[in-house]
């Protein structure tokens, strides 16, 4: 599976913003799905996960109410999308798959492929 994200940028803070991750190279539809961030000097963090049709979706505490997973099967794309966004938000969004898993997975090392990354930096 290759992975390839988009959409980042600046923004300002109270502001929205969405990030795509584009798949190829496998059958998309089977892949459980998620977004972790990283910001400077600071470990990769969850950030949300979406299951294999859609229907389920788990968000980290510091972006529930605010931000939203989801995917398209038929493009093989899974978007982000944020609003109210805050300073603490401004890191490197990643776009994550797991194959070959019935459940949605929520650690950095429950997944097989990564995308390069897309940088979403929120101004005070």
């Known amino acids: 599976v290759q992975l390839q994200a988009s959409g980042g940028g600046l923004v300002q803070a109270g502001g929205s913003l969405r990030v795509s991750c584009a798949a190829s190279g496998s059958t998309f539809s089977n892949t459980v799905m998620g977004w972790f961030r990283q910001a400077p000097g600071k470990e990769r963090e969850f950030v949300a996960t979406i299951s294999r049709s859609g229907d389920s979706t788990y968000y980290a505490d510091s972006v529930k109410g605010r931000f939203t997973i989801s995917r398209d099967n038929a493009k093989m794309t899974m978007y982000l999308q944020m609003s109210s966004l805050k300073p603490e938000d401004t890191a490197l969004y990643y776009c994550?798959?797991?194959?070959?898993?019935?459940?949605?997975?929520?650690?950095?090392?429950?997944?097989?492929?990564w995308g390069q990354g897309t940088q979403v930096t929120v101004s005070s």
């Open positions: 994550a798959a797991r194959r070959k898993i019935s459940s949605v997975v929520f650690d950095v090392s429950d997944y097989d492929y």
